[in-house]
């Protein structure tokens, strides 16, 4: 005798999880882990850097454009020199060993 047969329906399931309201608040509360973390560790020179991060979350993340998604940014100008450091100045990586806090 066998079991009865199921079949997922993906659009349901699309809207159920992946671009569910409690999607996106758990992928806006990694990313605010994530700030708090990366502002801890953010070198202070001038103070710009630490102070140009930025989250943003929503509905419009994945290939297809739907699912849930956050993501922190730093959009200060030397933030590229920051995480990945130059001939002068070390690396900080300070959004890659955020990461590791925001759960990715």
């Known amino acids: 005798m066998?079991?009865?047969k199921y079949r997922l329906d993906r659009a349901a399931f699309r809207e159920l999880v992946l671009n569910a309201p409690w999607m996106v608040a758990e992928m806006d509360r990694r990313a605010q882990a994530g700030y708090?973390?990366?502002?801890?560790?953010?070198?202070?020179?001038?103070?710009?850097?630490?102070?140009s991060f930025i989250?943003?979350?929503?509905?419009?993340?994945?290939?297809k454009h739907n699912r849930a998604y956050a993501a922190l940014h730093n959009y200060s100008d030397h933030a590229l020199e920051v995480e990945?450091?130059?001939?002068?100045?070390?690396?900080?990586h300070v959004l890659t060993r955020t990461l590791g806090v925001m759960g990715a």
């Open 55 to 63: 989250i943003f979350a929503g509905t419009n993340g994945g290939a």
């Open 36 to 51: 708090e973390y990366a502002v801890t560790v953010a070198p202070v020179e001038s103070g710009e850097y630490k102070e």
């Open 84 to 92: 990945f450091g130059t001939e002068r100045q070390e690396a900080h």
């Open 2 to 4: 066998a079991g009865p």
